[in-house]
């Protein structure tokens, strides 16, 4: 935003709240500038102020300007709100500046080296927490940095100061309290010149102190001019994440686009986009192990369930369950023959366990037959002999009952 009025007339610029988070330019060959807001001034990029005489007002809220940006002065205002904030604040043309360091106060402010005639002044009680930093000293000028905040005094006995030549920070001691500054490394002590109650007048440095690095060149100035318009900042460019989703790809889209914020002002949104190709479901499956005499078939079933994935929650992910069906091996006959007899039989399969395991075991069954029942006896001159003992035994289902004599054995058989 650039504001130029070169009519003889004062250039007012007034409101409640003041955000600039680009570059903000004023200029005018009038009588003085205002620049003035009551609620909140903030500036977070670069403002120039051109004005080609003093008569410059420079005033924000109560609480303080907060600058993390660069504010630059053509012509220096006679007096400064409180400045807060990480920025820094350049002076290149004037006479005297005064700033109220009895409120909290932390900024850089930057003297260009051969603004020899600009004198610096700072009122109290000053806190002990600001944060004053100065900068701009230089190799041929000597510049005094006065107080105002003491009793009435002339005796220069009253006023001490002490420097600290590696951390760079001054503290200049008077009868209404300490003001500290921190003003940089390389000063000789030994000459600071105080023979000027509430005035402390720092000697020369051997090499010019630079410009800050806080302090970067407002890149819409060149030559002293500032540039109408600067090139609006352009939106970055879309983002996109590809990351592999089975056969597929889950692909990611992150957009910007401009807006408006709460607090009314430009703002660069995000817009993230998913794009998830459609998954089915595979139909069941099965699959067959022969262990032995039995068959084991795995029954593997699919479904989907919701996973988290690439910042996403309830991605549909594939998972499967086996299910273990038993098929049994097909009946068969078989046939049994013991001691002249056959007999057929039907083997059949079925599950049994115990208490570790379950396991197919088999059951036969044989169709019975009957048979005669022999009894073999055996006449002597001496009589007939019959059998004293006898052995039973179960053969394959076949009953035999053996008896023994001293002198021939008879052999009873029956079918079970």
Same mark, same amino acid.
């Given at each position: 935003?650039?504001?130029?009025?070169?009519?003889?007339? $004062? *250039?007012?610029?007034?409101?409640?709240?003041?955000?600039?988070?680009?570059?903000?330019? =004023?200029?005018?060959?009038?009588?003085?500038?205002?620049?003035? #807001?009551?609620?909140?001034?903030?500036?977070?990029?670069?403002?120039?102020?051109?004005?080609?005489?003093?008569?410059?007002?420079?005033?924000?809220?109560?609480?303080?300007?907060?600058?993390?940006?660069?504010?630059? %002065?053509?012509?220096?205002?006679?007096?400064?709100?409180?400045?807060?904030?990480?920025?820094?604040?350049?002076?290149?043309?004037?006479?005297?500046?005064?700033?109220?360091?009895?409120?909290?106060?932390?900024?850089?402010?930057? %003297?260009? !080296?051969?603004?020899?005639?600009?004198?610096?002044?700072?009122?109290?009680? +000053?806190?002990?927490?600001?944060?004053?930093?100065?900068?701009?000293?230089?190799?041929?000028?000597?510049?005094?940095?006065?107080?105002?905040?003491?009793?009435?005094?002339?005796?220069?006995? &009253?006023?001490?100061?002490?420097?600290?030549?590696?951390?760079?920070? &001054?503290?200049?001691?008077? +009868?209404?309290?300490?003001?500290? #500054?921190? =003003?940089?490394?390389? #000063?000789?002590? /030994?000459?600071?010149?105080?023979?000027?109650?509430?005035?402390?007048?720092?000697?020369?440095?051997?090499?010019?102190?630079?410009?800050?690095?806080?302090?970067?060149?407002?890149?819409?100035? $060149?030559?002293?001019?500032? &540039?109408?318009?600067?090139?609006?900042?352009?939106? +970055?460019?879309?983002?996109?994440?590809?990351? /592999?989703?089975?056969?597929?790809?889950?692909?990611?889209? *992150?957009?910007?686009?401009?807006?408006?914020?709460?607090?009314?002002?430009?703002?660069?949104?995000?817009?993230?986009?998913?794009?998830?190709?459609? *998954?089915?479901?595979? !139909?069941?499956?099965?699959?067959?192990?022969?262990?032995?005499?039995?068959?084991?078939? &795995?029954?593997?079933?699919?479904?989907?369930?919701?996973?988290?994935?690439?910042?996403?929650?309830?991605? !549909?992910?594939?998972?499967?369950?086996?299910?273990?069906?038993?098929?049994?091996?097909?009946?068969?006959?078989?046939?049994?023959?013991?001691?002249?007899?056959?007999?057929?039989?039907?083997?059949?399969?079925?599950? $049994?366990?115990? /208490?570790?395991?379950?396991?197919?075991?088999?059951?036969?069954?044989?169709?019975?037959?009957?048979?005669?029942?022999?009894?073999?006896?055996?006449?002597?001159?001496?009589?007939?002999?019959?059998?004293?003992?006898?052995?039973?035994?179960?053969?394959?289902?076949? /009953?035999?009952?053996?008896?023994?004599?001293?002198?021939?054995?008879?052999?009873?058989?029956?079918?079970?």
């Amino acid at each position: 935003m650039y504001m130029s009025n070169w009519d003889n007339d $004062t *250039l007012s610029f007034k409101g409640e709240n003041f955000y600039n988070y680009n570059s903000f330019g =004023i200029s005018t060959s009038t009588d003085g500038i205002v620049i003035s #807001f009551s609620s909140n001034f903030v500036n977070e990029g670069f403002m120039y102020i051109w004005n080609n005489d003093v008569h410059t007002t420079f005033e924000g809220p109560e609480s303080g300007i907060i600058n993390n940006g660069v504010i630059t %002065f053509e012509e220096t205002p006679p007096t400064m709100s409180p400045l807060l904030g990480t920025g820094c604040t350049e002076f290149d043309y004037g006479d005297q500046i005064t700033f109220d360091v009895s409120v909290p106060f932390n900024q850089t402010l930057y %003297f260009r !080296p051969d603004l020899q005639r600009l004198q610096l002044n700072f009122t109290g009680p +000053p806190l002990p927490g600001n944060n004053i930093v100065l900068r701009g000293f230089s190799a041929t000028y000597s510049r005094p940095i006065s107080v105002d905040y003491y009793p009435e005094t002339t005796d220069p006995g &009253l006023f001490s100061y002490a420097y600290n030549n590696v951390t760079g920070i &001054l503290n200049y001691m008077t +009868p209404g309290g300490t003001f500290i #500054f921190d =003003i940089g490394t390389g #000063f000789n002590e /030994s000459i600071f010149d105080l023979s000027k109650p509430g005035t402390i007048t720092l000697g020369l440095l051997n090499v010019a102190q630079t410009v800050p690095s806080n302090c970067p060149a407002d890149p819409h100035i $060149t030559n002293g001019n500032l &540039l109408p318009c600067g090139e609006p900042g352009s939106l +970055p460019d879309p983002v996109t994440v590809v990351s /592999s989703y089975y056969q597929y790809n889950i692909t990611e889209v *992150l957009s910007y686009y401009s807006t408006t914020a709460s607090d009314r002002l430009p703002s660069t949104a995000t817009n993230v986009s998913y794009y998830i190709p459609s *998954l089915s479901i595979p !139909p069941p499956s099965t699959t067959t192990v022969s262990y032995d005499d039995f068959l084991e078939t &795995l029954l593997i079933s699919y479904y989907a369930t919701p996973l988290t994935y690439m910042g996403l929650t309830n991605v !549909p992910f594939i998972r499967s369950t086996y299910y273990t069906l038993i098929a049994f091996p097909s009946p068969y006959t078989t046939t049994l023959t013991t001691d002249s007899m056959t007999v057929s039989g039907v083997v059949s399969f079925y599950t $049994t366990s115990d /208490s570790f395991n379950s396991f197919t075991a088999s059951s036969t069954s044989y169709f019975t037959k009957t048979k005669n029942v022999t009894t073999t006896v055996t006449e002597y001159p001496m009589g007939t002999i019959y059998p004293t003992s006898w052995i039973s035994k179960l053969v394959s289902g076949t /009953s035999t009952t053996t008896y023994s004599t001293s002198i021939e054995t008879y052999v009873v058989k029956t079918q079970s």
